[in-house]
């Protein structure tokens, strides 16, 4: 069965290394290749691929917005990250979104034929090395949240989450329904449970926590 592939790249050399991979191997199909976001996705809505590799850096729309746009669309190709690097954060996202796989540039090109056969084959690759970060990033984020819920309330958490997100008292209320003087007690009693005395040092103890 061949595998109808659509590559984005926004670097040359990179698209280029790629082409010259698949071209090489019989059961792959190159339907398209796109160097920015708009071009990729109308490269998908025409071709219908069975695979879409992509970077998360990319001209216009970054990798996870064009994951989004096509999920939103419902086109059916499974996605590929072929990236040099990936937040934490970013990889959260991506496998929330069920991305099909993940593979660092940095491994050895063959490792990304064998990822898009498995993606293909209708498995999950997520590479060891990102795999490792997403586990990590995971295990923070429980230990952070057990730790917060022994402390405070959820609607302190709410509100923590909040004051990371830059937002000021008022805005809070309106989002909470509840008065800003309310809010200011809130945070009164919040900085006092964590031992904190601003919203600065409260916002490197969220970040600490994993809770943003």
């Known amino acids: 069965m061949t595998i109808r592939i659509v590559i984005a790249d926004e670097h040359p050399l990179v698209l280029n290394g790629m082409e010259n991979l698949f071209r090489l191997e019989k059961d792959f199909e190159l339907v398209a290749k796109c160097a920015g976001s708009e071009e990729t996705l109308a490269a998908v809505r025409r071709h219908r691929p069975d695979v879409v590799i992509l970077d998360i850096r990319m001209h216009g729309k970054d990798g996870l917005a064009i994951i989004r746009e096509l999920m939103a669309e419902k086109l059916p190709a499974r996605v590929i990250l072929y990236t040099a690097e990936i937040s934490e954060d970013q990889l959260m996202e991506a496998i929330r979104m069920g991305i099909g796989g993940v593979v660092l540039k940095v491994m050895a090109p063959q490792l990304l034929v064998q ?17 490792k970060l997403f586990l990590e990033k995971l295990l923070l984020r429980e230990a952070g949240a057990r730790e917060i819920a022994a402390l405070i309330t959820p609607r302190e958490i709410a509100i923590i989450r909040m004051v990371a997100q830059g937002l000021r008292n008022k805005q809070i209320g309106e989002k909470l329904f509840i008065s800003e003087g309310t809010v200011k007690v809130h945070l009164h009693n919040i900085y006092q449970k964590l031992k904190v005395n601003s919203r600065s040092a409260l916002m490197r103890y969220a970040q600490e926590k994993s809770l943003v």
Not at 117 to 131: C, D, N, S
Request: aromatic content about 6%.
């Open 115 to 131: 990822c898009v056969r498995k993606v293909h084959a209708g498995e999950q690759w997520i590479e060891r090395r990102a795999a």
